[in-house]
């Protein structure tokens, strides 16, 4: 039933990788679109995300925050679309999933706010270094079509649209590997349906 999934998002935020994984997966799903600032601070949605950020995601009783964690949640709990690899073959699938999660947003959202990390002291920081975190990304992609276990995983969303968004807006550096890693991400047609989605809703906002 689609009341049972439900994705709370905004057409400009983290969401929109939750959800070309939906499409990825198939299942059919409702969305609550809330408002920075707004709807998003209100007590019914701090009472789902006492962040009051989006996305989050609802599944029948189970309520997921934090994006990562709802693309491990999501491949579990839909085993049939085969967005996780097996068991024995996940080493790289929760690596490079939490390493994004982690060194590449701390990194980068340094490195924005231009938050310089002395030498001597970044031993105190997860990633050392942004240059540091993109070289070990660069080699986790480089030359590959999927980034664990040789096929296409929630992970791949994830690492994906975080280099996507990154290189668009400058944040990330456009490096070869990482442009072809996400040049063949991005002709599935199931990111191609989530964008269209969410570009619709950024359109009708805007004309009011």
């Known amino acids: ?5 439900i994705l709370y998002t905004h057409p400009m935020s983290r969401g929109r990788m ?4 939906l499409e ?11 408002e920075y600032g707004g709807s998003m601070k209100a007590p019914e949605y701090l009472s789902i995300n006492p962040m009051g950020k989006v996305p989050a995601l609802r599944h029948g009783d189970a309520v997921v925050t934090e994006t990562a964690a709802i693309c491990a949640y999501l491949a579990d709990a839909f085993p049939a679309a085969k967005l996780a690899p097996p068991p024995s073959a996940r080493a790289d699938y929760y690596r490079w999933l939490f390493f994004t999660a982690g060194p ?20 105190f920081v997860g990633y050392g270094s942004y240059e540091a975190v993109l070289d070990a990304l660069e080699k986790a992609v480089a030359g590959k079509t999927y980034i664990a276990g040789g096929q296409f995983s929630a992970a791949d969303v994830f690492v994906g649209g975080h280099l996507n968004y990154g290189m668009m807006f400058g944040s990330i550096e456009k490096r070869p590997a990482f442009e072809a ?21 950024m359109a009708a906002r805007e004309k009011g």
Not at 24 to 34: N, S, V
Not at 182 to 199: E, V
């Open 104 to 123: 590449l947003e701390a990194a980068v959202t340094n490195r924005t706010l231009g938050v310089q990390v002395p030498d001597e002291k970044r031993g």
């Open 181 to 201: 890693y996400w040049s063949g991400l991005s002709t599935r047609p199931a990111f191609k349906r989530a964008m269209d989605i969410d570009n619709d809703l």
């Open 24 to 34: 990825e997966i198939g299942a059919p799903y409702r969305t609550e679109i809330l």
């Open 1 to 5: 039933m689609t009341e049972d999934l």
């Open 18 to 21: 939750i959800r070309w994984l």
